[in-house]
């Protein structure tokens, strides 16, 4: 009775604070919709730049041979601009050029060996790709020349190919947008923590600070009972901006007409369900730990500083794993955010997930909540608590 | 009926970077009776706030009793809080909330059915005369509004025993008379009221009994008269500087 009363006033209290409004909607809106639109964009990008196969050559009227391989194995010739080496410098140009020198037709002629230069610069992830074809467009040329060479000196080509390598790349395609899927489970993570830490913070440290803790506490209620209230308020904002993340996900993959993003990672209605089942265990861990710590702050400022240093954790944790390079150990799944986080990858990969993994974290997020409700229930009947100011 | 005997109470606190014991009350008693009104009268850091949280239950007392309504507030808090209202010296609103919802919060924390707290809430308006803050929000009110608020916020469950914790602080002269007029008010219906001050004037108007409290002592009680009495001064000002600051009228004879 007492923790629905709570409840009623701090709901009212936080609906009409625009801070609230802020948080919830710029947060589940960035994370969301956004983040996946650049995430689309830049995978797209990346294939599109591979599929056209493009091959730019300096000096390329040189060699219409070369140019004419290239148009028969499906790639566009392109005349690199004067300044190539500036533009490829500075990332402007993302393909390699291929210098072609002017007596190219000439030694191709004479049936000597050429020399090309290709330049490019494989810092930007986004220039590899590109660089690779061109690479593999030259080779596929040179081994062309070689056989036709061979041929008309009476070899068959099995002498110069003893062993016929194909590539099959399996993570073709998807392998580099899947270096920046581990951002959707992050940002749902991240979501949780930033829709708790506002309220948590107003219904603690920002009662301390207006001093009106200790007329409430005057009132013949159990603190329990108080403390409960205003948890499940702060769980409660946590939870709809994980919500809104998430359906923010599902309304970016329904809407971005991207066949990169819908083969780069799983979500769909289950993976929705799983998200939800990981996250709002999560949601009310983070509700609690916060008004926790935001209890120790006698101001909004200070519960700012103690608030910022959990957000630090909860960013941190689930990027551990990318560091060490350790693919799901068990123990992973005792925790929380790193569990959470490795979980939630394995469903987008549309790998299994049994039910320990859901279980487990749950566990931990429940039993903690239980002990920073306990701890902050006896947190409000400590009088240097309640009258510091 | 609120009954204070031989409190202490002390602080561990940090002074000058080191820990310190910090006494702020170290034996205060008085009983203060149903139908009139007992001011705690004493100078800034008496302990007259401190010992206005050992009768609430709010802090816990190194030793001595407190009593509200023959209840011990050591042993039962919660009895006590039920039958207690409090102004303390922070109002405490909730700035977002309008004055009703403020008060209709403590009202259902207090389980008082909603009826009954309306029309409670309706007479308590009228004596403070604060009827058209009702349905706005805290944010913007002065301190004269807030402190209707938190009053009415204070009486709403119409307790029996009623502590004010600086009551005065910051009002203007309309607000004193509105919550003059209520005290009045509420001592001519029976209840026991106990206001903190360090205003000579306003005790002068209101009070029955006087408790004068000076560095955590109580060092005199009674009637204005009786106290002056007590003093062999001529006003009640004289007196309590005589009382409060023996130090002081050393140096003044």
């Keep these: 009775m007492t923790a629905w009363i709570v409840f009623r006033k701090e709901l009212t209290d936080a609906l009409r604070d625009r801070r609230t409004w802020i948080v919830v909607l710029v947060s589940s809106i960035l994370a969301g919709p956004i983040s996946l639109l650049l995430l689309s964009k830049f995978v797209a990008s990346v294939e599109e730049s591979v599929a056209r196969r493009e091959v730019f050559l300096a000096g390329g009227a040189a060699a219409p041979t070369l140019a004419n391989f290239i148009q028969r194995a499906g790639g566009t010739v392109k005349e690199a601009p004067a300044d190539f080496r500036e533009l490829v410098r500075s990332g402007e140009l993302q393909n390699a050029v291929v210098v072609v020198p002017p007596d190219f037709e000439a030694r191709l002629g004479r049936g000597e060996s050429i020399r090309l230069d290709v330049v490019f610069d494989d810092t930007s992830s986004r220039s590899q790709g590109p660089a690779r074809a061109t690479l593999g467009m030259l080779r596929a040329f040179s081994r062309e020349l070689g056989s036709q060479r061979l041929l008309a000196r009476g070899v068959g080509l099995q002498v110069l190919s003893p062993v016929d390598v194909e590539e099959i790349n399996l993570a073709a395609g998807k392998s580099r947008g899947a270096q920046l899927l581990f951002l959707v489970p992050w940002l749902a993570l991240l979501g949780a923590v930033v829709g708790a830490i506002s309220v948590a913070i107003d219904v603690t440290a920002g009662e301390r600070e207006r001093g009106s803790l200790e007329p409430l506490l005057m009132n013949p209620v159990s603190t329990p009972a108080i403390v409960l209230g205003k948890w499940a308020v702060v769980a409660a904002c946590s939870a709809a901006v994980v919500v809104l993340t998430l359906v923010g996900f599902r309304g970016a993959m329904v809407f971005i007409p991207s066949e990169s993003l819908s083969a780069l990672m799983q979500f769909g209605a289950a993976e929705s369900v799983l998200f939800l089942a990981m996250l709002l265990p999560f949601a009310a861990m983070i509700a609690a730990v916060n008004m926790f710590a935001a209890t120790y702050g006698r101001s909004h400022k200070e519960a700012q500083t103690y608030a910022s240093y959990l957000t630090m954790l909860v960013n941190f944790a689930p990027v551990i794993p990318l560091f060490l390079s350790v693919r799901d150990a068990a123990w992973q799944l005792y925790v929380p955010a790193m569990a959470q986080q490795v979980v939630m990858m394995r469903a987008l990969r549309g790998e299994a997930v049994g039910p320990a993994d859901v279980l487990v974290p749950a566990a931990m997020a429940i039993g903690i909540t239980m002990l920073a409700l306990g701890a902050q229930a006896r947190l409000l009947r400590n009088e240097r608590i309640v009258f510091s100011r | ?253």
Excluded: W
């Design chain 2, 1 to 253: 009926m609120i009954e204070v005997e031989h409190l202490a109470k002390h602080f561990e606190a940090r002074v000058e970077g080191r820990r310190a014991r910090v006494v702020a009350v170290e034996d205060i008693g008085f009983t203060a009776l149903d139908g009139r009104i007992t001011a705690l009268l004493g100078p800034n850091g008496a302990g007259k706030t401190t010992t206005m949280r050992v009768v609430a239950g709010l802090v816990r007392a190194d030793r001595g009793h407190a009593r509200v309504g023959g209840v011990d507030v050591a042993s039962d808090p919660h009895a006590v809080r039920a039958q207690l209202g409090m102004l303390s010296d922070a109002r405490g609103l909730y700035a977002r909330l309008t004055a009703r919802e403020n008060v209709r919060y403590y009202a259902d924390l207090r389980q008082v059915p909603r009826a009954d707290g309306d029309t409670r809430l309706a007479m308590i308006a009228d004596l403070l005369d604060m009827g058209a803050l009702l349905d706005r929000r805290i944010e913007g009110f002065s301190t004269g509004e807030r402190m209707k608020v938190a009053l009415a916020r204070a009486l709403i469950h119409d307790p029996q025993h009623l502590i004010l914790d600086e009551p005065t602080n910051g009002l203007d002269v309309v607000s004193t008379r509105a919550l003059r007029r209520l005290l009045q008010h509420l001592r001519a219906a029976g209840k026991c009221i106990v206001i903190s001050t360090h205003i000579m004037q306003e005790v002068e108007q209101l009070a029955d009994e006087i408790v004068i409290v000076a560095h955590g002592r109580t060092v005199a009680r009674g009637t204005a008269g009786m106290i002056r009495a007590t003093a062999g001064t001529a006003t009640l000002e004289d007196a309590f500087v005589a009382l409060a600051y023996p130090a002081h009228r050393e140096r003044a004879a």
